[in-house]
């Protein structure tokens, strides 16, 4: 299944599916992305990151891909299991500013 | 074996007290921050401080004031509780404060006013 960030923050996907979760950024000048999971009741929990010279990068069962002429970042996620519920951000950082900016996040929630 | 902790987690208080929040983090890091996240999962970043010094303070109100005794703590002291500052507030540290650099959270202190 897929989402697009702000338009459909629930992302509903049968277990064992591969998930798709999409973000668009706002600053062109942006140089460094990444993807944080938040479960609930906690802070959120780094899960990978793609420099801008970049555009994909690859973890264990998540892949991240980088379009800049869009400004679209994406997060795949393989074969989804329960314990990937959670909410999922994306957040950009230009090295000029220092600071990290955070997506509005979209929920994935898993069904058996 | 804690990265980075935060106490209270939970915190339910009066409109127009004065309440702090306070951040440790044994990861040897060198900045600390403080994010806001409201009712619909937004995070927004308030301060950032290096190795004590403010480098980063948003639009936040007058009544936060963030205060570092040393590169490992980072407090977060409001004054006259509002309804509206009710939230989570999450504390986290990276290495520096380039880009690149991993930001580790905190569990998160839930602050309801009444």
């Known amino acids: 299944g897929e989402s697009v960030g702000l338009h459909l923050p629930t992302l509903s996907v049968q277990e064992g599916d591969n998930s798709i979760i999409n973000c668009a950024y706002s600053?062109?000048?942006?140089?460094?992305f990444i993807w944080y999971k938040q479960e609930s009741g906690k802070g959120p929990q780094f899960i990978i990151d793609?420099?801008?010279?970049?555009d994909k990068r690859q973890g264990q069962r998540v892949t991240v891909l980088l379009n800049k002429t869009v400004k679209h970042l994406s997060l795949q996620i393989a074969a989804t299991q329960p314990g990937d519920s959670a909410v999922y951000f994306c957040a950009e950082e230009y090295s000029s500013a220092s600071k990290i900016i955070f997506g509005s996040g979209t929920r994935l929630s898993i069904r058996p | 074996d804690t990265a980075v902790s935060q106490t209270p987690k939970y915190l339910v208080t009066q409109m127009g007290n004065d309440k702090s929040i306070k951040c440790e983090q044994n990861l040897g890091h060198d900045t600390m921050y403080w994010y806001k996240q409201d009712s619909k999962k937004f995070l927004k970043i308030m301060f950032s401080?290096?190795?004590?010094?403010?480098?980063i303070n948003e639009t936040v109100p007058n009544r936060f004031s963030p205060k570092s005794p040393d590169k490992a703590h980072l407090n977060l002291h409001i004054n006259s509780l509002e309804l509206g500052d009710s939230a989570v507030y999450f504390c986290?540290?990276?290495?520096?404060?380039?880009?690149?650099?991993?930001?580790?959270f905190g569990e998160g202190s839930w602050l309801t006013v009444v």
């Open positions: 793609i420099r801008s010279n970049m």
């Open positions: 986290a540290s990276s290495f520096h404060r380039v880009a690149g650099n991993t930001i580790y």
């Open positions: 401080y290096n190795n004590k010094e403010l480098i």
């Open positions: 600053n062109s000048a942006s140089d460094y």
